[in-house]
């Protein structure tokens, strides 16, 4: 499929909906209607057919969309017909459990390798794919032409390791370090802070 200019908001949006319609795979359903599939991504259906439109003409009025193409043309649009590779920096306590999430592959994606100041420690966590140290991260990345990056470093080592990973060519970073990344205009970062989602949630439960 043509890359297609899609706002940063529709792209999580479709993720969603991908996630969704797998689910529908799953179950053995063959299509789904546009006011289903968007009450299951908790979006309006207005929302989602304005997202799908992205495709163009797609579904049939009174019988929705076929879930199996609509999926289909989704992972092709986010580039999930092969397995992306991931790298991971920062093999802690956070990191070597994200490491063990067995979620990844589903969602078309293989974290490859992680990087930390102390491999051993981490293979001693039990984290089963190669951890290296953090001096081949450049090499690493470089050879095997990855592009996406999950970081799990103390605050201090953040900014530092993102200008590493950057330069060594990676494209998106998923940020679990506490601080605001300064990367390049065409670096997309999504931030998790952990901490910050609780103290949100702690308002609305006073």
Do not use: W
Request: with cysteine; hydrophobic share 45%.
């Amino acid at each position: 499929m043509e890359k297609i200019d899609i706002p940063k908001k529709a792209i999580y949006r479709l993720s969603i909906y991908h996630r969704c319609l797998q689910r529908l795979h799953d179950n053995g359903q063959e299509t789904v209607s546009s006011t289903a599939l968007a009450k299951a991504a908790g979006v309006k259906p207005a929302q989602l057919r304005k997202d799908l439109a992205y495709f163009g003409q797609f579904g049939t009025r009174g019988l929705g969309y076929p879930v199996d193409t609509l999926a289909s043309m989704i992972r092709d649009l986010l580039g999930r017909e092969r397995l992306q590779p991931v790298v991971l920096v920062g093999a802690g306590n956070l990191g070597s459990a994200l490491l063990h999430y067995q979620g990844f592959q589903k969602e078309g994606f293989e974290v490859v390798c992680a990087f930390d100041a102390d491999p051993e420690g981490a293979v001693r966590r039990g984290v089963a794919i190669p951890v290296k140290s953090d001096q081949e991260i450049e090499s690493f990345v470089h050879s095997e032409g990855v592009k996406l990056a999950i970081l799990c470093v103390p605050a201090g080592f953040a900014q530092a390791v993102a200008n590493r990973l950057v330069a060594a060519g990676i494209q998106g970073i998923l940020n679990f370090s506490p601080v605001v990344l300064e990367v390049p205009e065409e670096v997309v970062v999504n931030n998790v802070d952990l901490a910050l989602e609780l103290e949100h949630l702690s308002f609305f439960v006073r």
